[in-house]
T-cell receptor, first 114, second 114 residues
Framework: AQSVTQLDSHVSVSEGTPVLLRCNYSSSYSPSLFWYVQHPNKGLQLLLKYTSAATLVKGINGFEAEFKKSETSFHLTKPSAHMSDAAEYFC????????????FGSGTRLQVQP | DTGVSQNPRHKITKRGQNVTFRCDPI?????LYWYRQTLGQGPEFLTYFQNEAQLEKSRLLSDRFSAERPKGSFSTLEIQRTEQGDSAMYLC????????????FGQGTRLTVV
């Protein structure tokens, strides 16, 4: 069975400081992992994805994530937060190399203080 | 715009009525997913199609819910005898079949049952 745990429901950072959003997953084998972002009243947008190639994945808007199989983690980071990064972030897993439907975490709300 | 399109965007209905939502996926995508999202939660998987075949259905999906994808193009999601607990955002997504392909989401249909 596949599942995702997002360890923080809310994260608050100051503009210009690093962002860390934590995600642990459970998967039978060969997971594909994604981070999606949802701004208020907007649709879900893909930030980045891991599909068994490089373990460090770079996405849009300066975000990146590292796949660590030994820790079953896929944490999302950004060196310097911007006000426009304030949104809800979802970690997502798809088992069997991405052939299963996506399973979402419960989300982390990122607040960016000026 | 060639993204995923959902109609209507908003629906208010009285308890006990039937409602139907439509999703038009990105034209070359053969996979189509339905998710439900309530306030403060991540999207919850309902069902998905590959072409016209319904390949997976969540155990959480009651028999009041039915989805179709005739001819493997657009899809409809019907809820019969709506209940207040059905109030949620219903999201549709589409993707290519294959390992690690990301899903593209529509803006959703917000259902309010009064």
């Amino acid at each position: 069975a596949q599942s995702v745990t997002q360890l923080d429901s809310h994260v608050s950072v100051s503009e210009g400081t690093p962002v860390l959003l934590r995600c642990n997953y459970s998967s039978s084998y060969s997971p594909s992992l994604f981070w999606y972002v949802q701004h208020p009243n907007k649709g879900l947008q893909l930030l980045l994805k891991y599909t068994s190639a490089a373990t460090l994945v770079k996405g849009i808007n300066g975000f990146e994530a590292e796949f660590k199989k030994s820790e079953t983690s896929f944490h999302l980071t950004k060196p310097s937060a911007h006000m426009s990064d304030a949104a809800e972030y979802f970690c997502v897993v798809s088992d069997q190399g991405g052939r299963r439907a996506l399973t979402f975490g419960s989300g982390t709300r990122l607040q960016v203080q000026p | 715009d060639t993204g995923v399109s959902q109609n209507p965007r908003h629906k208010i209905t009285k308890r006990g009525q039937n409602v139907t939502f439509r999703c038009d996926p990105i034209s070359e995508h053969n996979r189509l997913y339905w998710y439900r999202q309530t306030l403060g939660q991540g999207p919850e998987f309902l069902t998905y199609f590959q072409n016209e075949a319904q390949l997976e259905k969540s155990r959480l999906l009651s028999d009041r819910f039915s989805a179709e994808r005739p001819k493997g193009s657009f899809s409809t999601l019907e809820i019969q005898r709506t209940e207040q607990g059905d109030s949620a955002m219903y999201l549709c997504a589409s993707s290519f079949e294959g390992s690690g392909t990301e899903a593209f989401f529509g803006q959703g249909t917000r259902l309010t049952v009064v």
